[in-house]
């Protein structure tokens, strides 16, 4: 059965300006930085995203930024109520993507596929005719690639990937950016295609629905056109590409499609990066060449402003990084309450409750997260009991305060795999990717007697049921309002 979802950019622009969510922007905006800068306010000021109805030297275009950067626009996404809490959507995300086994996508004729109103091939497929933001002063250039993702094929199983891979524009016909090595697009190339020599296709998939954009940036474990089928709970629609073999979701906005180069680098960066800081430096990095490019008619580019947070990176990484641990956890019978990974800490930090029923059950817990495939992008896991409300940060640093044993409670990795973007990382550290990894157990020890367990003095824990039920049932009437 098909959830109610959108199955476009422009439905889910229509939804969130229902919502107040999204505003129109009217006047001219440059792509020279104004955009960009706007889009940084929003993120920081949780506006509603800005629709651009104009943008300077580019008419017939339009842009949209901060797509999907605050849990309403979330929930808007997945066609639910704006008000959902956090762990209502959370639900709703895990029950959906339940199944180990989504629907293939439904293929349709390039006629009946949006994303090929324009065809511009040959010198027409010119990434110069699109309009690019300068997304901060000093990056290394425009990126056409902030929020988009690219299609790839594994080159000798049926294998496909989306994966969100930032892209730079290096001249009318060439793209640059960083594909980590532990990525699944990154296994691909640098694996199998490099090695070999051979050029390997892709497609830049810019504006798609709200889903497959939630999908191909979810650390999934079922191809991505698949998994975006269990969020819409129908097969997503797809089309071919004109120069390749690639299938990408025909209700885009715009599609740039070509070949990732083998075995040639160039310069890429700085870039504003999702931690909240530029961190990687000018380096060379992997190279895209385009064959071609389609788009709607009056295509709408989407805008991520990566910066410190709430960007919708930031928001869907951890939100969909924290419930993959959490199915882990879950499979593997660890008695956990539910993991929340905090977009602030710009998915660097994750909160698991879980009933403490034996000694180091936390440290089990962050070995199993940092070592599964979900380690390298975070370094902080605090592990709280049962009676913790996860998503409260007021009980989180409680909890940091009050128990965990300075010494005992804190269990540090030296060397794990980290990213090449850790702000606090040192050099050499960053550039081979090494990271230490932190455990914080905030449980009491479960073989102290349980006279020795401090009594947590609160509302909940320390007066009698009829007491409470007396307090709260008069609440309104003592002149308390919430
Ligand atoms: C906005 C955004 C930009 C990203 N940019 C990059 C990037 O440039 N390089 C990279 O390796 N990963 C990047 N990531 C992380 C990958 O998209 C992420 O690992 C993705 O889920 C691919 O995972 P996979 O390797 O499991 O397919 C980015 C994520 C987001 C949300």
């Known amino acids: 059965m098909a959830y109610k979802y959108y199955k476009d950019n422009r439905a889910y622009i229509e939804a969130l300006l229902k919502t107040g969510d999204a505003i129109v922007v009217n006047d001219e905006v440059d792509w020279d930085l104004e955009m960009g800068a706007i889009v940084r306010r929003v993120c920081e000021k949780k506006s509603p995203s800005p629709y651009f109805k104009k943008i300077k030297d580019y008419p017939g275009f339009e842009g949209f930024g901060a797509p999907i950067a605050s849990y309403r626009k979330l929930a808007v996404s997945l066609g639910l109520d704006p008000e959902t809490p956090i762990p209502a959507i959370a639900k709703e995300y895990l029950s959906r993507t339940a ?89 691909m190339f640098y694996n199998k295609y490099a090695p070999n020599n051979i050029p390997m296709p892709f497609a830049t998939v810019i504006g798609p629905d709200p889903l497959s954009a939630i999908a191909s940036c979810a650390p999934a474990a079922i191809p991505e056109d698949e998994f975006t089928s269990l969020l819409m709970g129908e097969p ?52 895209y060449r385009v064959t071609a490019i389609t788009m709607r008619k009056n295509p709408i580019l989407p805008i991520s402003n990566m910066g410190i947070p709430t960007d919708e990176g930031q928001l869907l990484r951890s939100f969909s990084l924290g419930l993959e641990m959490e199915r882990m956890l879950r499979d593997q019978g660890i008695p956990i ?103 914080f157990d905030c449980l009491f020890p479960p073989e102290w007697p349980t006279s020795m367990v401090p009594i947590k003095v609160s509302f909940d824990n320390v007066y009698p049921k009829e007491i409470k039920e007396k307090v709260l049932s008069k609440w309104n009437q003592y002149g308390f309002k919430d």
Request: glycine share 8%.
């Open 99 to 187: 199944a180990d086994k989504g629907q293939k996508p439904k293929i349709l004729n390039a006629k009946d596929a949006p994303c090929k109103e324009v065809v511009w091939t040959g010198d027409e497929a010119d990434l110069f005719r699109l309009p690019a933001p300068m997304v901060h002063e000093g990056d290394g250039g425009r990126y056409i690639g902030t929020w988009h993702f690219v299609v790839a094929k594994d080159l000798d199983t049926p294998a496909i990937n989306w994966g969100m891979y930032r892209q730079m524009v290096f001249d009318e016909k060439t793209m640059v950016g960083p594909v980590l090595p532990f990525s699944d697009m990154g296994k």
């Open 236 to 287: 997503v629609e797809v089309v071919k590409c004109e120069t390749c073999d690639l299938y990408v979701p025909a209700h885009a906005e715009i599609i740039i499609e070509g070949v990732i180069v083998p075995n040639v680098m160039i310069e890429e960066a700085p870039f504003g990066e999702y931690t909240g800081y530029r961190t990687s430096p000018r380096e060379k990095r992997t190279v």
């Open 337 to 439: 309450t539910g993991v929340y990974m905090l977009p602030e800490s710009t998915h660097h930090l994750v909160v698991v409750g879980v009933k403490p029923a034996y000694a180091n059950i936390a440290t089990q817990i962050g070995q199993l997260v940092f070592g599964s495939k979900l380690g390298p992008w975070f370094h902080l896991v605090v592990v709280v009991d049962d009676k913790t409300d996860i998503y409260s940060k007021d009980e989180l640093i409680h909890n940091l305060s009050t128990r965990c044993h300075p010494k005992n409670g804190i269990i540090i990795t030296e060397q794990g795999v980290g990213t090449p973007l850790n702000p606090y990382a040192w050099p050499e550290e960053r550039k081979y990717s090494r990271a230490g990894k932190v455990i």
